[in-house]
């Protein structure tokens, strides 16, 4: 056995031994990393939710907008604490969100498609009660956003409060941090710290204004109005507003990512339940079970002891491949699970190549050692291009899937682009390997027996 043989033979049972830790159900961290089997929505069910950009059909959002929105809404579900969320971009006007493991979504969509611009409001020029009666209300300021990154020019108009315009002193873009806390009385409220400017700018207004009304507004309606009893001068002050823990959860965590630059509604909603997607696993499983039985018997019955180095040789690559798949991490749904298994065929194709090409050389009387080292050389052209093109062609889908929202395709594609790659690795290492290994101490002289001639 030659020095590169033994180098590669030291490689491949390094790199198994740390693919089997990987797999284990107990392995949850590797160097800080989380090592997680995430199944999608279809195998574990939960909420799919469709976003729309609430805008007239004729205006066509900024793509740099939309994919801000996205953005935005994945990190406020995250917020939520909603696991293994998937949240694309569908055309020019759509959202998808993937709740998996979420069977009532009310309250995700309540906090997703919120807006969620915060202004602080001048209302000095009002009473306690006046100020009062309008929170809860809708209000109008000198804020108008017209949701293309830009403001327009303050109104003017007159009449009832609610129709009155009010200064807003700043925004929301000026909090540094937001969080979740409770008062003196143990009631919810949200704290908040500002940015040195907002701090500066607050300070001074505070200082001009103190025994005044500074209003508390998200998306136009009053959540608080308090008089400024003191100076706020630190950057640091908190909001009240009757709120639950879970609304308090909700504003904390609007504010925290950021206000959505495009308004969005819910277009369609579908629940997948629990019992579907765990029967669609069993059923998944029990197939691939099916499968791989009946490739082992097709290669060790034809290929007889190259069969049996083939079947060792994918069982390797499963481990690999899977270990990827946790490590990564990759959504497991039911198309790319279909891609996993479609990679396992090529894997296995790469084997019958260069078996193939091995007995063809036998049969031509060549010596056992040079047949598998001429075999494999003139089989590798055909594995080359045969898996090139499939990687090619995974490049394209998985740029379809993530340009068009469709994740089945997505899905689909990165497994399939994954698994491909490994069992180039599986027919450039492990099979050649493994076979130079046996040949070198196992000759056999009936070559009709042994390989099936």
Known sequence: MTKNTTISLIVIFAILIL????????????????????????????????????????????????????????????????????????????????????????????????TGVLEFVDMSQLSDEEAFALIDQTIRTDLEQSFSGTTTTPITTTGALTETVFHTIMTGTMLDSVETTTNQLGEPVVSFRLTNEGAEIFADYTRQNQGKILAIVLDKKVISAPRIREPIESGEGIIEGNFTIESANALTIQLRYGSL????????????????????????????????????????????LPGLVAISAILTYAVITFAIF????????????????????????????????????????????????????????????????????????????????????????????????????????????????????????????????
């Open 19 to 114: 693919a089997v830790y990987l797999v284990l159900p107990t392995t949850t961290s590797l160097f800080g990393r989380t090592i997680v089997t995430k199944l999608g929505l279809d195998l574990v069910g939960g909420q799919q939710i469709v976003l729309q950009v609430d805008l007239p059909d004729d205006a066509i959002p900024d793509r740099d907008l939309l994919q801000k929105a996205s953005e935005i809404v994945e990190s406020r579900v995250n917020g939520l604490g909603v696991a293994e969320a998937v949240v694309q971009i569908a055309g020019n006007r759509f959202i998808n969100v993937e709740l998996p493991a979420v069977q009532d979504a009310t309250e995700s969509i309540n906090t997703i498609k919120q």
């Open 261 to 304: 630059p495009v308004p969005l509604k819910v277009a369609e909603t579908r629940t997948i339940g629990p019992t579907l997607g765990e029967d669609s696993l069993r059923k998944s499983l029990i197939a691939g079970a099916i499968g791989f039985t009946i490739v082992i018997l097709f290669m060790v019955l034809y290929y007889r």
């Open 326 to 453: 946790r490590t990564v991490p990759v959504t497991l749904t039911l198309p790319g699970i279909a891609g996993f298994l479609l990679s396992t065929g090529s894997a296995l194709d790469a084997n019958i190549l260069i078996f193939e090409r091995l007995k063809e050389e036998l049969r031509s009387g060549r010596k056992l050692n040079l047949a598998v080292d001429i075999g494999w050389k003139r089989a590798w052209p055909s594995i080359r291009d045969s898996n090139i093109s499939t990687i090619l062609t995974s490049l394209i889908l998985f740029w379809f899937g993530s340009t068009f929202g469709a994740t089945i395709v997505k899905g689909f594609s990165l497994t399939l682009l994954l698994g491909v790659m490994v069992s180039l690795f599986s027919a450039i290492v492990v099979t050649r390997t493994f076979l130079t290994v046996i040949f070198t101490y196992f000759q056999p002289s009936n070559y009709a027996k042994w390989f099936g001639l």
